[in-house]
Protein backbone atom coordinates (compact mmCIF):
# COMPACT_ATOMS: atom_id res chain seq x y z
CA UNK A 1 0.00 0.00 0.00
CA UNK A 2 1.41 3.55 -0.99
CA UNK A 3 0.67 6.30 1.09
CA UNK A 4 1.64 10.27 0.15
CA UNK A 5 1.67 12.21 2.68
CA UNK A 6 2.55 16.25 2.27
CA UNK A 7 3.86 19.03 4.10
CA UNK A 8 5.05 22.55 4.15
CA UNK A 9 1.75 24.32 3.98
CA UNK A 10 0.61 27.02 5.80
CA UNK A 11 -0.48 31.19 6.12
CA UNK A 12 2.32 33.22 3.69
CA UNK A 13 1.36 36.91 2.99
CA UNK A 14 0.98 37.98 -0.84
CA UNK A 15 4.03 37.42 -2.61
CA UNK A 16 5.67 35.28 -0.79
CA UNK A 17 7.34 31.81 -0.96
CA UNK A 18 6.08 28.43 -0.13
CA UNK A 19 7.97 24.85 -0.58
CA UNK A 20 5.46 22.24 -0.10
CA UNK A 21 6.67 18.55 -0.45
CA UNK A 22 4.95 14.92 -0.66
CA UNK A 23 6.98 11.88 0.99
CA UNK A 24 5.72 8.78 -0.40
CA UNK A 25 6.13 5.34 2.12
CA UNK A 26 5.47 1.94 1.24
CA UNK A 27 6.43 0.37 -2.43
CA UNK A 28 8.35 2.87 -4.65
CA UNK A 29 6.56 4.54 -6.92
CA UNK A 30 8.57 3.40 -10.40
CA UNK A 31 7.54 5.09 -13.42
CA UNK A 32 5.00 6.90 -11.62
CA UNK A 33 3.91 10.42 -13.12
CA UNK A 34 3.28 12.46 -9.99
CA UNK A 35 1.63 16.23 -9.43
CA UNK A 36 0.26 18.36 -7.80
CA UNK A 37 -3.72 19.08 -7.54
CA UNK A 38 -5.60 22.11 -5.28
CA UNK A 39 -8.79 22.71 -4.48
CA UNK A 40 -10.15 25.81 -3.24
CA UNK A 41 -13.63 26.10 -0.62
CA UNK A 42 -16.68 25.30 -3.64
CA UNK A 43 -14.35 25.09 -6.33
CA UNK A 44 -13.46 21.52 -8.21
CA UNK A 45 -10.23 20.45 -7.95
CA UNK A 46 -7.75 22.37 -10.54
CA UNK A 47 -4.70 20.94 -12.24
CA UNK A 48 -1.46 23.16 -10.70
CA UNK A 49 2.07 21.06 -12.22
CA UNK A 50 2.77 17.34 -13.17
CA UNK A 51 6.14 15.65 -13.41
CA UNK A 52 7.01 12.38 -15.65
CA UNK A 53 9.62 10.02 -13.56
CA UNK A 54 12.50 10.70 -14.89
CA UNK A 55 11.78 14.37 -14.34
CA UNK A 56 12.34 15.01 -18.38
CA UNK A 57 8.44 16.67 -18.63
CA UNK A 58 6.98 19.27 -16.58
CA UNK A 59 3.77 20.38 -17.23
CA UNK A 60 2.11 23.70 -15.13
CA UNK A 61 -1.65 24.79 -15.19
CA UNK A 62 -1.68 28.14 -16.79
CA UNK A 63 -2.30 30.05 -13.50
CA UNK A 64 0.71 29.00 -11.88
CA UNK A 65 3.40 29.18 -15.01
CA UNK A 66 6.19 31.17 -14.02
CA UNK A 67 5.40 31.22 -10.41
CA UNK A 68 5.90 27.76 -9.38
CA UNK A 69 8.39 25.21 -9.74
CA UNK A 70 7.67 21.06 -9.14
CA UNK A 71 10.96 18.61 -9.10
CA UNK A 72 10.92 15.29 -7.67
CA UNK A 73 13.89 13.31 -5.84
CA UNK A 74 13.54 9.61 -6.83
CA UNK A 75 16.44 8.52 -4.24
CA UNK A 76 14.64 10.14 -1.76
CA UNK A 77 10.63 9.00 -2.68
CA UNK A 78 9.71 12.64 -2.51
CA UNK A 79 8.03 15.37 -4.54
CA UNK A 80 8.64 19.27 -4.26
CA UNK A 81 6.26 22.20 -5.04
CA UNK A 82 8.28 25.50 -5.30
CA UNK A 83 5.94 28.42 -5.01
CA UNK A 84 6.42 32.23 -5.65
CA UNK A 85 4.96 35.79 -5.91
CA UNK A 86 1.86 33.71 -4.55
CA UNK A 87 -1.66 35.26 -5.00
CA UNK A 88 -4.50 35.01 -2.60
CA UNK A 89 -6.20 33.12 -5.22
CA UNK A 90 -3.60 30.52 -4.62
CA UNK A 91 -5.24 29.73 -1.63
CA UNK A 92 -6.62 26.30 -1.31
CA UNK A 93 -5.85 22.63 -0.28
CA UNK A 94 -2.49 20.94 -2.05
CA UNK A 95 -2.80 17.75 -2.88
CA UNK A 96 -0.13 15.43 -4.22
CA UNK A 97 -0.81 11.98 -6.49
CA UNK A 98 0.81 9.46 -8.13
CA UNK A 99 -0.81 7.78 -11.65
CA UNK A 100 1.10 5.38 -14.25
CA UNK A 101 1.60 6.85 -18.08
CA UNK A 102 0.05 6.80 -20.34
CA UNK A 103 -2.35 9.74 -19.57
CA UNK A 104 -3.48 13.42 -19.80
CA UNK A 105 -1.16 14.39 -16.63
CA UNK A 106 -3.64 17.28 -15.69
CA UNK A 107 -6.77 15.21 -15.49
CA UNK A 108 -7.57 14.13 -11.88
CA UNK A 109 -8.54 10.61 -13.40
CA UNK A 110 -5.59 9.60 -14.18
CA UNK A 111 -3.84 9.61 -10.83
CA UNK A 112 -4.95 6.64 -8.90
CA UNK A 113 -2.78 7.71 -5.44
CA UNK A 114 -3.56 10.60 -3.39
CA UNK A 115 -2.31 12.30 -0.28
CA UNK A 116 -4.31 13.66 2.32
CA UNK A 117 -3.72 17.40 1.38
CA UNK A 118 -2.05 20.63 3.22
CA UNK A 119 -3.72 23.99 3.82
CA UNK A 120 -2.09 26.86 1.63
CA UNK A 121 -3.56 30.25 2.58
CA UNK A 122 -2.55 33.67 1.39
CA UNK A 123 -3.37 36.80 2.71
CA UNK A 124 -3.63 40.02 1.08
Known amino acids: QVQLLESGGGLVQAGGSLRLSCATSGRTLSRSTMAWFRQAPGKEREFVAA????????YYGDSVKGRFTISRDNAKNTLYLQMTSLKPEDTAVYYCAAGLPPGSVDYVGFYNTWGQGTQVTVSS
Open 51 to 58: ITWSADST
